[in-house]
């Protein structure tokens, strides 16, 4: 069957970085997305990954390893604002998108 | 704001009651979603209609009934659900469906209960 895993739930202190990773087995892979989801919000897209590595989009980078079915969000200088779920989400061979269950996050001042 | 409304926002309804949720985008897209989000599970996708027409139906129950009109709107149309399908139902678009790359915009949700 098709899989996602990723942490249920992860704290970390306003201005540190937190890293939440996500391993996957899917039937295929064309692509691995990262949402942000604020409690009682749509959930809105964060980054895109195809190929293996780094993107960096500001405080936010994200990074994929297609050999390990890994992947990780990297978020740097925290604020309180990045309190929410962040959900990892991979395409698989029928471009179909199989979710993870959402890493939520607390930031602490 | 990303550019996909849902309404209601919240619905409370009896199991013998009939209802609708209303999804409109107004991205231009061609492909629109409905997924099911229940508390610490993962999204669960249960139609996706591309240029109107339905290519995914995973598994739902005949008790929810989708209609897309147009490429701009959504409907879910709901008969005699089981308080087990109380949860967030959101709607989503993307430019296509069946290519990678394209991320889905979704709306805000529609939060039901039913009692």
């Known amino acids: 069957g098709q899989n996602i895993d990723q942490p249920t739930e992860m704290t970390a202190t306003e201005g540190a970085i937190v890293q939440i990773n996500c391993t996957y087995q899917t039937s295929g892979f064309n692509g691995l997305f990262w949402y942000q989801q604020h409690a009682g919000e749509a959930p809105t897209f964060l980054s895109y990954n195809v190929l293996d590595g780094l993107e960096e989009k500001g405080r936010f980078s994200s990074f994929l390893s297609r050999s390990k079915g890994y992947s990780y969000l990297l978020l740097k200088e925290l604020q309180m604002k990045d309190s929410a779920s962040y959900l990892c989400a991979v395409s698989d061979s029928n471009y179909q998108l199989i979710w993870g269950a959402g890493t939520k996050l607390i930031i602490k001042p | 704001e990303t550019g996909v409304t849902q309404t209601p926002r919240h619905l409370v309804m009896g199991m013998t009651n009939k209802k609708s949720l209303k999804c409109e985008q107004h991205?231009?897209?061609?492909?629109m979603y409905w997924y099911k989000q229940s508390a610490k599970k993962p999204l669960e996708l249960m139609f996706v209609y591309s240029l109107e027409e339905r290519v995914e139906n995973n598994s739902v129950p005949s008790r929810f009934s989708p209609e897309c009109p147009n490429s701009s709107h959504l409907f879910l149309h709901l008969h005699t659900l089981q308080p087990e399908d109380s949860a967030l139902y959101l709607c989503?678009?993307?430019?296509?469906w069946g290519r990678g790359g394209h991320e889905q915009f979704f709306g805000p949700g529609t939060r039901l209960t039913v009692l």
């Open positions: 991205l231009g897209h061609n492909a």
């Open positions: 989503a678009s993307s430019q296509n």
